[in-house]
């Protein structure tokens, strides 16, 4: 069965403090792994598909990497706005294509 | 472009109202999805349509029932609901069914039973 973990549950960061979050896999081929940023009350938002171990992709203050068992997004020198709580998925080989797994998700807080 | 609207925002039923939820992209997708959310929990899958045709039905109970009348429109038919249906229901979608395809989600629609 396929897993997805993510850690920590909750992060609370001040401005300008970089941190990073993690999502730990289990999955028996990945075809594929997602970010997500989901504002309170609002769909997900897309953020990064990642595909195979050493790939990585930055767009402004985010940059996620991929590993053969987890991946992690970065967060450099965060703002308020920021905040939200942020989603991982996978998608494996031998599952129905289009079914995601998600994990619980990572609400980060950054305060002014 | 990647926005996939969803109508109405909010939505307050009762238990023996007839509604429906919509959903609608012009991105040329050919896969289309519902999701149910409660609070503080991600994104679960309901239905999968791929090509216009019901792929994936993850045993929903038969009281919502999805229809796909085009390439463009996802709709949810919701009847007889039950207090624990309400939620964020989330429609997204894909380039294509294959996996590995970047889903794209609509802004949801807020669901309250009474």
């Known amino acids: ?112 | 472009d990647t926005e996939v609207t969803q109508t109405p925002k909010h939505l307050v039923m009762g238990m023996t109202n007839k509604k429906s939820l919509k959903c609608e992209q012009h991105m040329g997708h050919r896969a289309m999805y519902w999701y149910k959310q409660k609070a503080k929990k991600p994104p679960e899958l309901m239905f999968v349509y791929s090509y216009e045709k019901l792929s994936i039905n993850e045993s929903v109970p038969s009281r919502f029932s999805p229809e796909c009348p085009n390439s463009s429109l996802l709709n949810l038919h919701l009847h007889a609901l039950q207090p624990e249906d309400s939620a964020l229901y989330l429609c997204a979608s894909s380039q294509g069914p294959q996996g590995g395809d970047t889903q794209y989600f609509g802004p949801g629609t807020r669901l309250t039973v009474l």
């Open chain 1, 1 to 112: 069965e396929d897993q997805v973990t993510q850690s920590p549950e909750a992060l609370r960061l001040q401005e300008g403090e970089s941190s990073s979050l993690n999502c730990s896999y289990t999955v028996s081929g990945l075809r594929g792994l997602f970010w997500y940023r989901q504002d309170p009350g609002k769909g997900p938002e897309f953020l990064f598909t990642l595909y195979s171990a050493g790939e990585e992709k930055e767009k402004e203050r985010l940059k996620a990497t991929l590993t053969k068992k987890e991946s992690f997004l970065h967060i450099t020198a965060p703002k308020p706005e920021d905040s939200a709580t942020y989603l991982c998925a996978v998608q494996a080989v031998e599952t129905n294509a289009g079914k995601s797994t998600f994990g619980d998700g990572t609400t980060l807080t950054v305060k002014p």
